[in-house]
């Protein structure tokens, strides 16, 4: 695959190609103090992530990294001293092209969706649209990106872009995030349909086994209603607490030697009955005891606590899978074993 320069990454791609570069751990860390809606369009990028050479992951991580001490240089001192300190240390282009970015991000403009889109994309997906329509979009774009669409017209569609352009004067806020709005969704419709998945199903399976159980949940419902292929083909691979009623006896008992009683009794309080028994029956008849009073006397328990005690169970089983000490089957996924 030829090298991805940087301004040809679409903004979307760019924040998964940094999530699954950056690890599971931490990009799980990140996810927790994302809103619902973002969560969701990072995890269909992640998903339908193409595959990224080297050079362009290497090129993301060197990118956010410099937005970063930017971002601090600017907290610290302000514009003129972060200028000083980056035009030093990375040169006076690379300098004030961070500082447009960062200053830019700080309002969002109209149309801002399409500034990170490649202008090949928008030219193909505005072709359709009035003239006074294309007029505005051009007139909210960045010159050089506009001017890369406009080309791109026929003659005759230039001259009258051209035209409207000049004669904008002003228009309502709410006219203009009602077009906004709708050519968004357009967009969004078109450049969806030439995704295709390349491997990254792997990456998000890998986050959300790693982010806590009300992440996991809000991903796999956000998916479920929007997306639900996609959130099938996540659920053949993710392993969630509820799996362990489908590990071998030997596996669970494997996994109750590394679990602590009290963590064990504090997830089963939200578990089914059938997954309870599963866990009694591989247990000494005075250990299921034990767990069984803990539960009981334990009386009624925060959902959040439940939650995070069950996803330390499942971290368990996951790092023995990892470490090839036992086998185990996720979502209706048959394992083979010779």
Known sequence: MAKIGLKGIPGKEKVAILLVALGNEIAAEIYKRLDDATIEIITLEIANLRKVSPEARLEVLKDAQEMLLAREYMARGGVDYARDILERALGTERAQSLLTRITASLQVRPFDFMRHTDAQQILGFIQGEHPQTIALIMAYLEPE??????????????????????RMDRITPEVLREVERVLERKLS????????LAGGIDAIVGIINNADRATERNIMENLEENDPDLADEIKRRLFVFEDISKMDDRSLQRVLREVEMKELSLALKGATEELREKFFKNMSKRAAEMLREDMEYMGPVRV???????????????????AGEIVISRGGEEELIV
């Open 304 to 322: 959040r606590d439940v939650e995070e005690s069950q996803q330390k169970v499942v971290n368990v089983v996951r790092a023995l899978e990892d």
């Open 145 to 166: 990106q506009a001017a890369s669409i406009i080309s791109g017209l026929s003659a005759q569609l230039q001259a009258e872009v051209a035209k409207r352009i000049a």
């Open 189 to 196: 419709t078109v450049m969806g349909q030439d995704f295709t």
